[in-house]
């Protein structure tokens, strides 16, 4: 059972462009939503995180809209730059006190110069 | 400071045979995760832990066996190699803040399993 759906799986944008990387999620009890970049042969790494009590979170050219009712999150990229070519994952997780991610199947994007 | 530290890179098992990922972490974090990654199906988790002496099953824990021993180790056990364990293997590990929440979850650079 996937918990956390990510769209699209692939992405080709241009440079300057906006890319866009939507998520759906199940579980109502998720309350930790946090983005991680994973360039070929690295690990994942956390770009931003957001958690349901506000509806956006910017820092620098990324920003998180969240919205909770639709129970969907999604990551902008603004200003997207050659560098930022890597493969997206979403992820939730419960108050547990401890990080059981629940990855979405990632988005591999490539920003064309 | 090295993070989380994965070792082997990269390996080549035959059917049935068994070895063991070694992770290690040196940010005195008390979380420990072993997660697995294949094409297409994001990340899954497979063991995690709380602290030294106490782990946990997570989503598809079957042919995998853990043991920490260490605040700083966290080692995964294959016995029994099958083909449906080859896939790419990330440990990580996260500190639980001082809200009660962890932080974010750091993650090693992977080791690259095929079973033939």
């Known amino acids: 059972q996937q918990q956390v759906k990510q769209s699209p799986q692939s992405l080709i944008v241009q440079k300057g462009g906006i890319s866009i990387i939507n998520c759906a999620y199940e579980n109502t009890a998720f309350d930790y939503f946090p983005w991680y970049q994973q360039f070929p042969g690295k690990g994942p790494a956390l770009l931003i995180a957001i958690r349901p009590d506000v509806s956006e979170k910017k820092e620098g050219r990324f920003t998180i809209s969240f919205n909770k009712s639709a129970k969907q999150f999604s990551l902008h990229i603004m200003d997207s730059q050659p560098g930022d070519s890597a493969t997206y994952f979403c992820a939730a997780s419960t108050p547990a006190g401890f990080q059981k991610l629940v990855f979405g199947t990632g988005t591999r994007l490539l920003v064309s110069p | ?116």
């Open chain 2, 1 to 116: 400071n090295a993070g989380v530290t994965q070792t082997p890179k990269f390996r080549i098992l035959k059917i049935g045979q068994s070895m063991t990922l070694q992770c290690a972490q040196d940010m005195n974090h008390n979380y420990m995760y072993w997660y697995r990654q294949d094409p297409g199906m994001g990340l899954k988790l497979i063991y995690y832990s709380v602290g030294a002496g106490i782990t946990d099953k997570g989503e598809v824990p079957n042919g995998y066996n853990v043991s920490r021993s260490t605040t700083e180790d966290f080692p995964l056990r294959l016995e029994l190699a099958a083909p449906s364990q080859t896939s790419v293997y990330f440990c990580a590990s996260s500190l639980q803040g001082t809200d009660g929440r962890d932080t974010e979850a750091f993650f090693g650079q992977g080791t690259r399993l095929t079973v033939v």
